[in-house]
């Protein structure tokens, strides 16, 4: 059961603006660097966003993160069909079960 | 470029031990400040972090999966493997290994299905 909140789906026509936020608290998101990551249909989770806002190499800026308190949100602009994908927010939690923790997931939609 | 590549039975029995080994290439597992974890995801849902490894051996676990998991390194071989015991139908999933650096897994396997049946 995952501790990081998102909301199911979010959808938007190409070349709009998508936001996903991803929902903690204080052991977790409020006091450890949060991570983005694309999964296309049937393949592996790639990372698009880490240590809250910074992009990997070859991740193109339209996507970008930030944090706030104890809540993060990924921003992706210019949407594109190959946007398509499921996205989850991962970071590690420090409470007594200290751990890797991942969000529900967002389906993004590209009407 | 760091790869990683699963491997290790598809189909394991109930209450068997399901073991995965994880091959790292493009790089020394050794080299750098990086933990090595596995994450697995049942069809349709979403990711859960089984638990990490650091080259040294020291680990951290899933703490609703810590009785049943063991994850181990061969720096040797550059490969860090999966043990997780007296699986269900609910270990069902396809398990991904990855690189893990401050948290952010930046490199990952294609992953693997492994399936719990008799």
């Known amino acids: 059961q995952s501790v990081l909140t998102q909301p199911p789906s979010v959808s938007a026509a190409p070349g709009q603006k998508v936001t996903i936020s991803c929902s903690g608290s204080?052991?977790?998101?409020?006091?450890?660097?949060v991570s983005w990551y694309q999964q296309l249909p049937g393949t592996a989770p790639k990372l698009l966003i880490y240590?809250?806002?910074k992009r990997p190499s070859g991740i193109p800026d339209r996507f970008s993160g930030s944090k706030s308190g104890t809540s993060a949100t990924l921003g992706i602009t210019g949407l594109q069909t190959g946007d398509e994908a499921d996205y989850y927010c991962?970071?590690?939690?420090?409470?007594?079960?200290?751990?890797?923790?991942f969000g529900t997931g967002t389906k993004v939609t590209v009407l | 470029q760091v790869q990683l590549q699963e491997s290790g039975p598809g189909l394991v029995k109930p209450s068997q031990t399901l073991s995965l080994t994880c091959t790292v290439s493009?790089?020394?597992?050794?080299?750098?400040?990086?933990?090595w974890s596995w994450i697995r995801q049942p069809a349709g849902k979403g990711l859960e972090w089984i638990g990490r490894?650091?080259?040294?051996?020291?680990?951290n676990y899933n703490p609703s999966l810590k009785s049943r998991v063991t994850i181990s390194v061969d720096t040797s071989k550059n490969q860090f493997s999966l043990k997780l015991s007296s699986v269900t139908a609910a270990d069902t999933a396809v398990y991904y290994c990855?690189?893990?650096?401050?948290?952010?897994?930046?490199?990952w396997g294609q992953g693997t299905l492994v399936t719990v049946s008799s």
């Open positions: 990855a690189r893990d650096l401050l948290g952010s897994h930046d490199y």
């Open positions: 493009g790089g020394s597992i050794s080299s750098g400040s990086y933990y």
């Open positions: 490894i650091y080259t040294s051996g020291s680990t």
């Open positions: 204080s052991s977790n998101i409020g006091n450890n660097y």
């Open positions: 240590d809250n806002n």
């Open positions: 991962g970071t590690w939690d420090s409470s007594l079960s200290a751990g890797g923790v």
